[in-house]
């Protein structure tokens, strides 16, 4: 019946003039600005949320990392100490570079009743999980070797697997986890010239005179598995001055990188091993840590990384 839109014309000084008005279109222009507005008021409100859940983050992050920077302070010092190694195994590196802050992977060595005895020993999984296992297993080890006296390998790690199930409550049925640990473990006699081995699913290398031989673990974890459950194999071997042995974990082999971005493998390192073995344990200690970094590139880290080399 009435309308909003309406038009005027006049005619002046022989000019005609028309003008139409549109009331809807400059309602329309002021709603569009005040829903502009209104916007920019709610986009203004929401990056204030959005900025104090930003901090509220940072601030629990910094919190978490520094628990774990703490956690890796603890972890060290469970770890034997360098000057201990040095003492007992004067002529050996240990190359050890956690993936995260805190690591799965972690080393052992001690002397006992007359036995030089060291261990590379891989968790389930790595960062704090593997941390926390690695953890359970140095007092284990320590338990066995230090306070019960137990020296040979084979029965260390029969009595850490009995352990590490009683503590973990495993019991083997379906869904209950799985974790435990691979690990390569020597107890050096010098007086007899000989050094004994038993492996987690892990090897024990050794070159003489340039020729590399693998020595096998048994082909279970620490812990609960599907398979059955049978007593680690203990292997004596015969060793002389010079001979050079090597124990490790997988993450070294594991590693992504070159130009292809494959795995390192073993095979690589085996030859690697081979063609530095007339150098010095530390100057060996070095070139495997810039070889590996140089292979991982800008790629990242996959696991734990440690491997050891003892000379005779």
């Given at each position: 019946i009435v309308s909003g839109d309406f038009y005027w014309f006049a005619e002046k000084n022989g000019k005609r003039i028309i003008v139409i008005f549109s009331v809807s279109g400059f309602i329309l222009l002021i709603s569009f600005l005040l829903v502009i507005n209104n916007r920019f008021r709610v986009t203004k409100r929401q990056n204030v949320i959005i900025d104090k859940q930003r901090l509220i983050v940072e601030e629990k992050n910094k919190d978490i990392t520094d628990s774990i920077n703490y956690a890796k302070?603890?972890?060290?010092?469970?770890?034997?100490?360098?000057?201990?190694?040095?003492?007992?195994?004067?002529?050996?590196?240990?190359?050890?570079?956690?993936?995260?802050?805190?690591?799965?992977?972690?080393?052992?060595?001690?002397?006992?009743?007359?036995?030089?005895?060291?261990?590379?020993?891989?968790?389930?999984?790595?960062?704090?999980?593997?941390?926390?296992?690695?953890?359970?297993?140095?007092?284990?080890?320590?338990?066995?070797?230090?306070?019960?006296?137990?020296t040979t390998p084979s029965i260390i790690l029969d009595k850490l697997r009995e352990k590490i199930i009683f503590s973990l409550k495993q019991t083997g049925a379906q869904g209950e986890n799985k974790d435990g640990m691979d690990i390569s473990l020597l107890s050096f006699d010098s007086d007899n010239k000989r050094v004994e081995f038993a492996g987690a699913n892990n090897p024990l290398w050794k070159i003489t005179n340039k020729k590399i031989e693998e020595i096998k673990g048994d082909k279970q974890p620490i812990g609960i598995f599907s398979g059955e459950l049978i007593p680690f194999t203990n292997h004596i071997i015969d060793i002389e001055k010079g001979d050079t042995l090597y124990i490790f974990t997988d993450g070294y082999a594991d590693q992504f990188g070159g130009e292809n971005g494959k795995k390192f493998k073993y095979k690589q390192i085996q030859t690697m091993l081979l063609d530095i073995n007339d150098k010095s344990m530390s100057k060996q200690e070095d070139y495997l840590n810039k070889s590996i970094n140089e292979w991982k590139g800008k790629l990242e880290q996959v696991d734990d990384i440690l491997l050891i080399g003892i000379r005779v």
């Open positions: 302070r603890i972890q060290e010092a469970i770890l034997p100490a360098k000057d201990i190694k040095y003492k007992i195994f004067p002529n050996a590196f240990v190359f050890f570079q956690p993936k995260d802050i805190v690591s799965g992977d972690f080393y052992w060595f001690a002397e006992k009743n007359g036995k030089r005895i060291i261990a590379a020993v891989d968790c389930t999984g790595h960062g704090v999980p593997g941390a926390f296992m690695s953890m359970i297993g140095n007092a284990f080890l320590n338990e066995i070797i230090n306070e019960k006296g137990t």
